[in-house]
């Protein structure tokens, strides 16, 4: 398995240019910086993951996008690479759940 950092497409307009606002313990607000559209990334749980995490990409900046555990909270989430599209898996390094990604709150620009 493949383990790749976050990426989220603005809702809107679906460019990847989506800049994390706040800090895990305010909120998820999230904006593009094509066309200014806000929202909030949450996830659902999906799964557990059985067998190995494979090799980490290393820790996202502050402002890549972001969105917690649904299950611990915790907000080291990663993608899974096979699986990016519109609804990609994701895996919490934390607790070891798959998560599927949601955006609510979405306020167009
Ligand atoms: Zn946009
Ligand atoms: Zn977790």
């Not at 895990?24 to 949450?42: I, L, S, W």
């Not at 299950?71 to 599209?85: P, Y």
């Amino acid at each position: 398995m493949m383990l790749i950092p976050l990426a989220i497409a603005c809702p809107q307009c679906g460019s990847y240019d989506v800049v994390y606002s706040c800090k895990p313990d305010c909120c998820f607000n999230h904006v593009c910086g094509k066309c200014y559209t806000t929202f909030e990334p949450f996830t659902t749980k999906a799964g557990e993951l059985t067998g190995e995490i494979g090799p980490l990409p290393p820790d996202p900046d502050p402002t890549d996008p972001t969105a917690a555990c649904a299950r611990c909270g915790e907000t080291r989430l990663f993608a899974i690479r096979d699986s990016v599209g519109p609804a990609p898996w994701l895996v919490c390094v934390s607790c070891k759940t798959l998560l599927t990604l949601e955006l609510s709150e979405v306020s167009p620009g």
